[in-house]
């Protein structure tokens, strides 16, 4: 018996040896040939350019207290190479509100991410709680990829202020000849008849758009914030009535205002912070009159831009700090009243055919922030292409009551084609202008263009700030010792009160304010 289980004890503990020795074996099989298939993968590609599933994320706003939804980031190797990313981390590094995680590891900065050719990686990302703390009314940062010699990166852009946001969802594509990139436009379609009120600023991302047929009206004291390359957009025959106040009174202790969505104090009048390619504020043709009342628009790239046939009624208003044009009119028309034109990078108002009437307004281009290229006031009635072929567009133009001056030595730029109507007339007005214009386009004694004997040329007209502008930036109401003050007969049937809603006498100050 012993003998006998002996042998069954030593034929099992065989039996469990040779298995085991089995298992060992393999074992070492399938890790030889794991690190052999492992090693048949090249991940030397670099200096590849990599493609993205979208180039901005918008994150959740974040007001509750809990951190946003998680958003995904495909990123592809489209060659037919394998590639090690030699480094994802966010821009804003350990302080950065966002979180990331890249293929399953997370951190602020992840390194030697593979991705073999044809294939994706997998970026989360989502934005803490904590950025409730944050002093900007949008919170950004950007995920950068670093592979090789490139250098890419992805935007992340999350709302942490009360207000109410309008993000793109659309994208308009105008192509280019080559070898310019195409032109891309983003853009969200706004509800039709939308109002906006005060209760909370509106923060643009894109372009917003009125639609063919409808309306946005905008109510006093509403705030409107527009990030870079942002605008609003009046499609055709849309309209807008941006109304701070009834008409005929002023209303700027309680303005509209279009500005851009940098809120740091060294940003208030910083020029260019918004207006896409079409400009920041868009009016297209239509059937009605867009409105401007009791309305401030600052710091954009062109202020207001018209297109063909596009009408703007504008009272009380002030365009200001500007890049390049205040007010353009690219065929369009304009009716301003109390308007103020401030410091502009080209012009303050630029008009290209069309037709505008300017009463009892302001065109002070003191730009200070570069070299000049235009003039407080332009008026052309032609344009010539790439080729030199000249194109005509009649014009007609009437101020009336106003002021046109600026830092240079001329602030008004007339462009005269003989051969097209250039229907312009300046009246009971204050002009620094040229007295000798090169090629002779007009002449002062021109009783057509220059009419009656209240004008003034080329004062030496000094100004004090206003309520409406800081003194560091822009000083526009004429001083105690001017000679503008109370210098016409006021027009019965023009507008008895200033931008600011002082009363007018019986003789009044030219342009947009009495003094104070």
Not at 4 to 18: A, E, G, K, Y
Not at 78 to 96: C, H, P
Not at 457 to 466: E, I, M, T, V
């Amino acid at each position: 018996m012993f003998i006998t289980h002996s042998l069954r004890v030593q034929n099992s503990w065989s039996s469990f040896v040779s298995m085991n020795h089995l298992v060992k074996i393999s074992l070492i099989f399938l890790t030889l040939s794991l690190f052999s298939c492992r090693q048949t993968v090249d991940f030397k590609g670099s200096n590849i350019e990599l493609a993205f599933s979208q180039d901005t994320i918008y994150l959740d706003t974040v007001f509750t207290g809990v951190g946003s939804s998680t958003r995904l980031l495909k990123v592809f190797n489209t060659s037919n190479e394998n590639m090690t990313i030699d480094r994802v981390y966010l821009a804003r590094g350990a302080q950065s509100y966002y979180r990331m995680n890249v293929d399953g590891i997370s951190g602020k900065s992840v390194e030697n991410v593979e991705i073999l050719a044809g294939d994706s990686a997998y970026v989360f990302v989502e934005i803490s709680p904590d950025a409730q703390g944050a002093t900007e009314m949008v919170y950004t940062d950007s995920i950068w990829f670093e592979n090789g010699n490139q250098r890419q990166h992805v935007d992340l852009i999350t709302a942490v202020w009360d207000a109410y946001y309008h993000f793109p969802t659309n994208v308009l594509t105008i192509a280019q000849p080559e070898p310019y990139p195409d032109i891309k436009i983003p853009y969200s379609i706004l509800p039709c008849n939308e109002v906006w009120n005060s209760d909370k600023p509106h923060v643009i991302y894109g372009y917003a758009v009125v639609d063919s047929a409808c309306q946005l009206t905008i109510n006093p004291g509403t705030q409107v914030h527009f990030h870079k390359g942002g605008g609003l957009w009046i499609y055709r025959d849309g309209q807008l009535i941006a109304d701070g106040g009834a008409s005929g009174a002023s209303n700027m202790n309680n303005p509209i205002v279009f500005q851009g969505d940098r809120l740091e104090p060294s940003y208030e009048w910083v020029p260019g912070q918004w207006g896409g390619v079409l400009g920041g504020v868009f009016m297209m043709r239509g059937n009605q009159a867009n409105v401007l009342r009791n309305t401030i628009i600052k710091n954009a790239t062109t202020g207001v831009r018209l297109d063909s046939g596009a009408t703007l009624n504008a009272e009380n208003v002030a365009i200001t700090h500007s890049s390049r044009v205040n007010l353009y009119g690219g065929y369009g028309n304009a009716n301003l009243e109390n308007f103020l034109s401030g410091p502009a990078g080209v012009y303050g108002l630029y008009g290209l055919g069309g037709q505008y009437v300017a009463v009892n307004s302001t065109f002070l281009n003191t730009w200070s922030y570069s070299t000049r290229g235009g003039t407080a006031v332009g008026l052309s009635n032609y344009f010539e292409d790439g080729n030199g072929t000249r194109y005509t567009r009649p014009i007609g133009a009437y101020f009336y009551e106003s002021i046109i001056d600026g830092s240079l030595n001329n602030e008004v730029s007339l462009a005269i084609d003989q051969s097209a109507l250039f229907d312009v007339v300046f009246r009971k007005s204050a002009l620094t202008i040229e007295p000798n214009p090169d090629g002779g386009h007009y002449d002062l004694s021109d009783t057509t263009m220059f009419s009656g004997s209240e004008l003034f040329f080329n004062g030496n007209w000094n100004y004090s700030p206003g309520p409406i502008l800081p003194n560091s930036t822009f000083s526009y109401v004429p001083d105690s010792l001017n000679v503008l003050i109370e210098s016409v007969p006021r027009d019965p049937n023009g507008p008895l009160f200033d931008i600011h809603g002082t009363e007018r006498g019986s003789m009044l100050t030219l342009g947009v304010t009495e003094p104070l």
